[in-house]
């Protein structure tokens, strides 16, 4: 039930400190505090363009505030459990734990209804 | 398919909520029968339930044990204090790792959503020392699932 992706990489402080030190960073942290996002997401509500975003991205992926996974075209962001305090590691670990948990029991409802189906 | 939702309820509660498609009963059901519930509520990749006791009354036992097929594993024990199939049950539960963990209150509610079934978990948030536990306990076994999410990102396994 439980269960987080990986154990972090430890980087430098000022590296962390520096990337914090810019409020749209800032701001890019606190909207992935809600949870994943692509940069596209990410760029919506800043007056800035999608390149600009995706810089600031990078450098807060360098300095391990937030990491990034590839799906399909897609590379979505999120939090970094380095960044995190441990009570949203915890909250990480949960929700990474049922959701795996609950895509299984989908499969397991379709298949279910699917055999229904066919027996009638 | 529905995104799971959490949200923290002051430092006591987290409440997980999620939809599914099929009927209150099916999904009630998917919860309570220890023959479903082995075939779903499994953790990373890889591991198993080879025990999965669910007494199905009010008073009744819950224990699950989960193996990672290499020696490796942990237990959970609960008892169930009230079931209102197929709208509600109420259970204790604690994970061995191997100590007890304090135990968590677990409130899982089942509301008909059009064609399917949302179900709402109020579970108990874990005290600072507890969550610490589970964390390492759970990075310990993460690393396997995080492989194992490799392997299939990259083909590697033999169901691609």
Redesign the interface.
Known sequence: ???????PEQRSLDIAFAALADPTRRAILARLSQGEATVNELAKPFPISQPAVSRHVRVLVEAGLVVQR?DGTKRPCRLSPAALS??D???E???E??????????R???E??KGKDTST | MSKLTLTTEGETYVVAKRRFEASPEEVFRAFMDPELIQQWMLGPEGWTMPVCIHGGVPGGKIRYEWSDGKGGGFYLTGEILELDPPHRSVHVERMHLPDPTPDNHIVTTFTADGSGTLVTMRMTLPDAETRKAMLATGMEHGMEASYARMERLYGWNGAQ
């Open positions: 039930m439980l269960f987080i992706v990986a154990v590839v441990d009570l590691r915890y909250l670990m949960l929700r734990g049922l959701e795996r948990n609950y895509q299984r029991l989908d397991l409802l379709a279910q209804r």
